[in-house]
């Protein structure tokens, strides 16, 4: 994995994890494929550095992941019957919220734009419109038993996603982060298992 750190092979290894295609249908390749992305910041030295393909990646992927759980999260607070998951789910939603504000910085200092480049993609772990619709229209027993299955995927695929930020990044601040977001998944996955069991 090493040896391709910072490469659009990175990005392309990032992206199969991820169960995203690199290359819209009917292209034999995008442009995120064939090119690394280079991004040039500041470190504290003031020696700017070349970010990777796959911190890029990464991030573009994380942001939209946890704005979608966030949403999810936010409607346990009505919607559920049992006050240890809304509990949990208010502890996770801040959590997630706290991750976006670092996320967000980040696409900044990369220089990255802000709009979800993975809009309409159907993947693994992340909460679409059709997951909060059908969220939406449950409550009690039949929202939790969507939440729990919607809540559980993210979690466990973004610590999976982030990962292999950690094993094939190339910018400390990512790879910092990635690395703190394994950590809390760990916790939030036992925290899950504890409460739908």
Known sequence: MKAIRGTAAALLVLLAVTGCSSAPPGDEKSPAASTPLRTE????????TLSGATDAAWV??????NEGAVELLAMATDRSTDPRLRSWAKDLADGH?????????????LGLP???VHEGHEMPGMV??????????????AFEKVFVVQ????????A???RSEVDAGSVATAKKLAAALVEAREGELDGLENIAT
């Open 41 to 48: 910041t500041a470190q504290p030295t003031g020696v700017p």
């Open 60 to 65: 573009q992927l994380m942001t939209p992941m």
């Open 97 to 109: 919220r706290a991750e976006l504000r670092r996320m967000r910085a980040l696409l900044k200092e």
């Open 114 to 116: 802000s709009t979800n």
């Open 128 to 141: 679409t419109p059709g997951d909060l619709t059908q969220a939406r229209a449950s409550r009690g027993a």
């Open 151 to 158: 809540i559980r995927e993210h979690l466990e695929q973004s």
């Open 160 to 162: 999976r996603v982030s």
